[in-house]
């Protein structure tokens, strides 16, 4: 299986190349030359099978140019128990006959970003070696908080790689500066940058364009690279869980042979909802797919009207792994639903570059209507959401989860749908301990310390996160912060150059 651009824009290449080199140099990102497709007797049999085998299944049929051995070596050791220590990669929560959360944050750090960030640093690490690169790689990553400790998680300890992680000195809650500062691992590295998320992500991306600090590194042994969810490699391990839990169901016997469901994912950078229509595309029964925001709403805007307008306020919310305006995956699948279109899409992303917004043709907005449905939650309705949920289920939500929640009591009131759904739960609630306590009634917290989640655990009846478990207790390894101006001085000093 080969890989090409989605603006038509440059040659194809090999999966380990795709995932090497993450976006398209020229602009654009890799997608599949054709999508594969199982046939509902396969989709069946997955029914007795395991996630790991599953995760095989999915990856052997985009990943053509890793051998076998590979893939199973990656997958073992990313799903294993001590990564996941449940019975289930994956488990499925019954709120009722009808509505399933996908539990996705039994990984190390308690968000779904696990799931693809502990295969992917394994893909990564093969990919190298395939292209017999003798140089070190250094994985760069500037996070607003859940994306950097999820990385250090995935590369820590990999052979041939080290991981820096930025993080906004002030902009990460507590729980979350601890979770970064106290990793493990002989090759794992973390800087507090004094500023906003902009200022270092900015920083970062100008480090990955400077031409001569390439050669210097190079001339070290060195080169970048980066964990970004853009990545196929990030991609691909996600298309997993929707065939894994549709499989779940249809073994318990909560579905018929073909039966439909409905798939709902809170979104933010469109990677998770994308997976799961390529799962659709390989023959994954979907009814309709509804794409759930936070008041951060230009997607909710785009499926009703099919304009793409980012000329708005960035809204800082209490779901904040869903607070971005661009959501870059969303490339992806309008690539897919014009049937491939590469100059529709290089049109509309142009337009986005210069005018700030695109719109698409009638057409192409009535496909996508015919099988997305988009709204969103505000604050007080996620807050809500929570706290009703609790009440009538004895379920406590996480704010992202609970957005995917709202979204689809709103989907169902107005359109009175009683197809089986499945919503895609993103972050444990120990996570957003201090929002999830305000909702239960427990009074203003404004930045969540390790003793919160104590409370939490008596009020949840939920065990804590094994991953946010003695945070308190742990050694902060990591002590280094530092100025914008001053990251590119620390990377070189981390890596030991002049
Ligand atoms: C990253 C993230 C999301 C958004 O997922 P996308 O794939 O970017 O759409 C939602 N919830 C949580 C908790 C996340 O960490």
């Not at 398209?24 to 890799?30: E, I, K, R, S």
């Not at 980012?310 to 305006?325: A, G, N, V, Y």
Request: one cysteine or more; charged letters at 25%.
């Amino acid at each position: 299986m080969k890989y090409i651009s989605t603006r038509g824009n440059y040659q194809a290449v090999e999966a380990a190349e795709a995932i090497r080199t993450g976006m398209v140099p020229t602009g654009g990102l890799f997608v599949p030359e054709e999508i594969p497709v199982f046939s509902l007797a396969e989709i069946q049999e997955m029914a007795g099978k395991e996630y790991q085998e599953i995760a095989f299944q999915v990856l052997e049929k985009y990943l053509t140019d890793f051998t076998a051995e590979e893939l199973k070596e990656a997958i073992g050791l990313a799903y294993s128990r001590s990564k996941f220590p449940v019975a289930e990669v994956v488990p499925l929560y019954a709120l009722d006959q009808n509505q399933y959360l996908m539990e996705l944050w039994h990984g190390p750090t308690a968000a779904f970003k696990d799931i693809a960030l502990q295969l992917m640093p394994q893909l990564l690490i093969r990919a190298i070696k395939k292209a017999e690169l003798d140089r070190e790689i250094v994985i760069l990553v500037a996070t607003s908080g859940d994306t950097g400790k999820a990385a250090l998680e995935g590369f820590k300890d990999l052979p041939g790689v080290k991981i820096i992680v930025f993080y906004p000195a002030e902009g990460v809650s507590k729980i979350q500066e601890l979770q970064m500062t106290t990793t493990d691992g002989n090759n794992t590295f973390v800087v507090g940058v004094k500023g906003n998320f902009d200022d270092c992500q900015t920083a970062v991306k100008t480090i990955f364009a400077d031409q001569d600090l390439k050669k210097l590194l190079a001339s070290k042994g060195y080169q970048f690279s980066s964990a970004n969810s853009i990545n196929w490699g990030r991609l691909v391990p996600q298309l997993v869980y929707y065939f894994s839990s549709y499989a779940r169901l249809l073994k318990n016997g909560l579905l018929g042979q073909g039966e439909k469901i409905n798939i709902v994912v809170p979104t933010g950078n469109f990677g998770n909802i994308l997976a799961a229509y390529y799962a659709y595309r390989m023959g994954l029964p979907v009814n309709r797919f509804i794409c759930a925001s936070n008041d951060n709403n230009i997607l909710t805007d785009f499926f009703q009207t099919g304009i793409h307008d980012t000329r708005r306020d960035f809204k800082k919310t209490i779901s904040p792994s869903m607070d971005i305006l661009i959501s870059s995956n969303l490339e992806r699948f309008l690539f897919e639903i014009t049937g491939r279109d590469a100059g529709k899409i290089k049109q509309w992303y142009q337009d986005l570059k210069e005018e700030g917004k695109f719109e698409i043709d009638r057409e192409t907005l009535n496909e996508i209507q015919a099988i997305f449905s988009g709204d969103y939650s505000s604050e007080e309705e996620t807050i809500k959401t929570i706290k009703e949920t609790y009440e009538q289920y004895q379920y406590t939500l996480d704010p992202h989860t609970a957005v995917a929640v709202d979204v689809y009591n709103k989907y169902k009131a107005k359109n009175h749908d009683d197809t089986v759904t499945i919503i895609a739960s993103t972050a444990s609630p120990f996570k957003f301990a201090e929002t999830v306590l305000q909702a239960l009634g427990q009074g203003e917290i404004d930045n969540a310390k390790p003793e919160h989640l104590e409370d939490l655990q008596k009020i949840s009846g939920l065990e804590i996160h094994p991953g946010l478990r003695d945070l308190g207790d742990k050694k902060v390894v990591h002590k280094r912060i530092a100025y914008n101006e001053q990251i590119e001085k620390e990377i070189l000093d981390i890596l030991q150059i002049r």
